[in-house]
Structure formats: C-alpha cells, structure tokens
C-alpha cells in the first residue's frame, strides 16, 4: 500500500486539504509533483506519492511528529537545483516542500539582520536586501531558483567566496524541527552567542538528515561601490595562479576569481550565441571582478593591468567597459553549467585542493585518463580562487547513456584517490548527498564518520530525516 492511501487523510485532517497534493491529485500534473522529489542530477529517477507544502513551523512540526510516530520517511525539498542527489525522494518518501514559507519576518536596521522562511528564493533575498540598503552575498547561476534554506543545508558557495566566505559565515541562526517533530531554535539572530556547541553549524551542511530548517537569520552587508570585470586569456595554470597571487598584491578588494577552459567557453558560445571574447583562442580564461570605490582604486587597477601584461602572465585581457560588458563577461562563466548539460550528457565532479597541488592533481589525472578512458573529454571550470574545480566528463559519442555512467562509476573512485593523495576534497560546495554517499570516506575518516552517525541519531533518533543520503 501506498503511503498516498494509508497516511492522506490522516495528513490532511492535521494541516489542511489545501497544503497536501498526491500523486492521483488533479490539481497538478505528473511532471509538476515529480520536479518537487528530484534535483539536477538527472541520475535518480523520482518515486513518491504525497507532497505537502506546509505553511508555519508549526505545520512542519505536525507533519515530522506524525511521520515519527508512523515511521513514515521525509525528504526535504527546497529549490531542487542541487547537484548531489539530496532531495532525490524515491523510496515513497513524504515530501515536504519548503515553497510557501517563503516571507520576511523580521529585520533589524540597526544590526543589517534579516529574519526569512526557509523556502525563499535566494534572488528575492537578494532583492529584499538591496531594497532594504543591504546586500546577501552569497550568489551563483542557480539563485534564481534555489531556495534559502537549500543553500544553508549545502553549505553554499558560489562566485563570491573568495571574498565573502561560504554561507556559513552568514547565518546567524535558525528554526528547525528535528526528526522527533520538537521544533528548536538555534541563536536567535545574535552574533556573539559563547555557550557551548553551536549547534546551528550542524545544520549548515547538514542535506537535511538532521532536521528541517523552517526560518532562517542572516547577516546583511554594506552594498559593494562599482565593480570591475576583467576577462584574461592565459595559457597555462601557473600564470593562473600568479595572477591570483599578483590580485592579492594590488589590495583592490577581489570579489571574484573565477575560471574556464577554452573547451567551456566554446560551449557557451555555442549554446547562448555569444561571440569570441578574444580574437584567438586560449587555453584557460580567468574572469576577476574587483570593487572600485574611488578614482585611486582605477589607478591602482591600471597598474595591475600593466604588472600582469609585463610579466606575461596574460596572452589577451579586456576590461568592462560598462554594464552591458560586465554581463556578457559574467556570462561566459555563469553559462557553462547549463550550456554543458543542454549540449551533453554530463557527469559532473565537484572538488576542491590547495592551489599548490591543483597543477599536479590534473596531471595525474590527465595521466589516468589517457591510459585508462581515452574518449574521454574533461570540461573544466569553476570557483579557482577557492580552490574549487568543476570537472565535468562528456560523453564520447561512441558510448551509450548507460555505458558512459557505468564507466563514470569506475573513473570516480581512481581520481577521488588521487584528490586525496593530493589532500583535497571529493565535495567543495554541492555536498553528499546520494550521489557520493558510497565515497565519504575519501574524504571523512572511520572516527568522523562514526561521530556525524552518532549526531544523526541525536537529532533523529529513528532516521526518518532524508534517509540513505550523506552517511
Ligand atoms: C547552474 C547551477 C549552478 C550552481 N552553482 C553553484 C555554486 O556556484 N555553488 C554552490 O554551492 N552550488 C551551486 N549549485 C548547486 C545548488 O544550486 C546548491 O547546492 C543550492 O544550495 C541548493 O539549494 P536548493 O534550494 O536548490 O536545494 P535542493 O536541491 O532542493 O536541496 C539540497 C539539499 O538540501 C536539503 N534541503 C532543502 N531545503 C531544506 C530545508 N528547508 N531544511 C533542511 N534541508 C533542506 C535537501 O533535502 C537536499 O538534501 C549550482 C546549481 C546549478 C543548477
């Protein structure tokens, strides 16, 4: 029997007929439900039959007490562009969509706070923010659909880290239900808050196997002056790295660092028709947005300019020249995801190593491809600055859908064994989720792993909270 049959009225005596939908419901279509039990990752086909979209805290408390005491299982759904699998719910899961608690709630002038549910979407928090004098930093392609509190269970990060930091440095703090339906409240929105474990930093990352986060507090920022977007062509990725060190010398705030190969650019230009930035090709292209807050800052751009080009580290460069440029450099980089997986059947890796060990890294890996999976073409690009490569593999013609993903399953595990051999990590930013579950270990070790299971059962004592995903 279906969890549809066996638990719908039940739920919708408890929290209302118009928040609760099953997959037999007329008022949306197949395709519409599915979406709300699945993400980006294309590998795990949806299999749910009710989805409720609760309205308060209390809603979601009702709906976790209940699935405690009937052993039902929940999968937490946000925006659903996450490239982990973590809201994949597939096993007749109860689907909790965060999609209606999606207003402000508070915010303070005085201390650039805001307070908002957990199902907004991150460019209306954006644009809350702004209309407030203020600015949420945390920014990537996917914010238009992404939700708040999806960003916070990933930990996200996005083009800005290099200056802002990951998410995690935002958030003040938070409501949760936990897997027993009790609903805490971690920090309020206080910043100095020394007593004990801050349990809110569990939740940051947590791809909802700990509890649902409900409401979230964040921090505000002053809104950046001008900005300027410099787009170079360089060879090779050392000069990559000098520039990043030479963009550090010239104490212009960096609030981007970001970087693609000539095979990503190519994409790009193909799918959304834009035109060569540069008359001739590259290896690699690094994209830097630098903060302009005065005339002296100009100056010190055009040294910097001018120390890169004499120290050859720059084959071509362009500078912004107005808002329209500074678009269609940031979509360069910000269409490649898209433009990869619309051109390709993709399987994505998502990494993070010190920089120093970067060049090595994609040596031997360079190696392992030529010797082991020769059809194999490697899309690079992503957030350099931090260390983070996006590694896409595309799918040589030659080779089915299944055949290609079944291959993928064998080059995984050689290169996470080099990422650690290079001491880096198998996630930098999209997490866990179902889709590395099996390879934690590359990166955790036995004890870690053992403490975060003991945590889980802290919080959900009978694992009913996103089950099968992280650990
Ligand atoms: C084009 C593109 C570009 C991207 N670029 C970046 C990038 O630069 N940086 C980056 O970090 N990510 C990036 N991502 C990945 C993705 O957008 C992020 O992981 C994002 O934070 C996921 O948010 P979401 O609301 O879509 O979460 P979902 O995909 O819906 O869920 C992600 C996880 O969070 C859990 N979850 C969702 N809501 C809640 C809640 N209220 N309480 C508890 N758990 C919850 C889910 O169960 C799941 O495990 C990109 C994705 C795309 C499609």
Same mark, same amino acid.
């Given at each position: ?249 010239? #104490? +212009?705030?960096? *609030? ?5 190969? =000539?095979?990503? !650019?190519?994409?790009? /230009?193909?799918?959304?028709? @834009? ?63 898209? #433009? +990869?997986?619309? *051109? ?5 890796? =998502?990494?993070? !190593?010190?920089?120093? /060990?970067?060049?090595?890294? @994609? ?63 198998? #996630? ?9 579950? =099996? ?33």
């Amino acid at each position: 029997m279906s969890l549809s049959s066996e638990h719908k009225e039940k739920i919708i005596s408890l929290i209302g007929k118009e928040k609760v939908f099953s997959k037999e419901n007329v008022e949306m279509d197949e395709g519409t439900f599915n979406s709300f039990g699945t993400d980006r990752t294309k590998v795990y086909s949806p299999n749910f039959t009710l989805l409720c979209f609760p309205k308060s805290t209390e809603d979601v408390s009702t709906l976790v007490k209940y699935a405690y005491q009937n052993n039902i299982k929940i999968v937490p759904s946000g925006g659903r562009t996450g490239y982990a699998g973590g809201a994949i719910a597939k096993e007749d899961e109860l689907v909790i969509s965060l999609s209606k608690m999606d207003s402000v709630i508070d915010f303070d002038p005085f201390f650039a706070s805001i307070t908002v549910g957990a199902g907004m979407i991150t460019k209306n928090l954006h644009k809350e923010a702004e209309s407030k004098g203020y600015f949420f930093p945390v920014d990537f392609a996917a914010t238009g659909s992404s939700h708040i509190a999806g960003n916070i269970a990933t930990n996200a990060g996005g083009v800005r880290v290099v200056h802002y930091g990951l998410i995690r440095n935002w958030v003040l703090g938070m409501k949760v239900v936990i897997g027993t339906g009790e609903i805490l409240e971690f920090n309020g929105s206080i910043l100095k808050n020394n007593t004990g474990y801050d349990l809110k930093h569990l939740l940051i990352g947590s791809e909802g196997t700990l509890g649902i986060i409900t409401e979230v507090s964040l921090k505000l920022t002053k809104i950046p002056h001008d900005t300027q977007v410099l787009l170079f062509a360089v060879s090779d990725y050392s000069s990559i790295l000098n520039l990043f060190k030479f963009s550090h010398n010239s #104490s +212009l705030p960096l *609030l981007a660092f970001e970087f693609f190969s =000539d095979l990503c !650019l190519g994409k790009v /230009k193909e799918h959304l028709g @834009l035109a060569s930035p540069f008359p001739t090709s590259s290896a690699y292209y690094v994209l830097m947005e630098f903060e302009i807050q005065d005339e002296s800052d100009n100056d010190k751009l055009y040294k910097f300019l001018e120390e890169v080009v004499n120290e050859g580290l720059v084959e071509d460069g362009s500078v912004s020249q107005n808002s329209r440029q500074k678009e269609t450099f940031w979509k360069y980089r910000e269409g490649i995801s898209e #433009s +990869l997986s619309i *051109l390709h059947t993709v399987h994505k890796n =998502d990494i993070s !190593l010190p920089l120093r /060990k970067m060049e090595p890294f @994609l040596n031997d890996l360079e190696l392992l491809l030529a010797s082991k999976y020769p059809g194999f073409e490697i899309a690079l690009f992503g957030h350099i600055g931090d260390g983070n490569l996006h590694l896409n593999i595309l799918k040589p013609a030659s080779l089915s859908n299944e055949e290609f993903f079944k291959e993928c399953k064998n080059v995984d595990p050689e290169m996470f064994e080099l990422i650690k051999k290079h001491s880096g990590s198998i #996630s930098a930013e999209h997490g866990i989720g179902l889709l590395k579950k =099996d390879f934690l270990e590359f990166s955790r070790s036995k004890i870690e792993i053992e403490l975060m299971k003991e945590i889980k059962k802290a919080f959900d004592p009978k694992g009913i909270m996103n089950p099968g995903k992280v650990i």
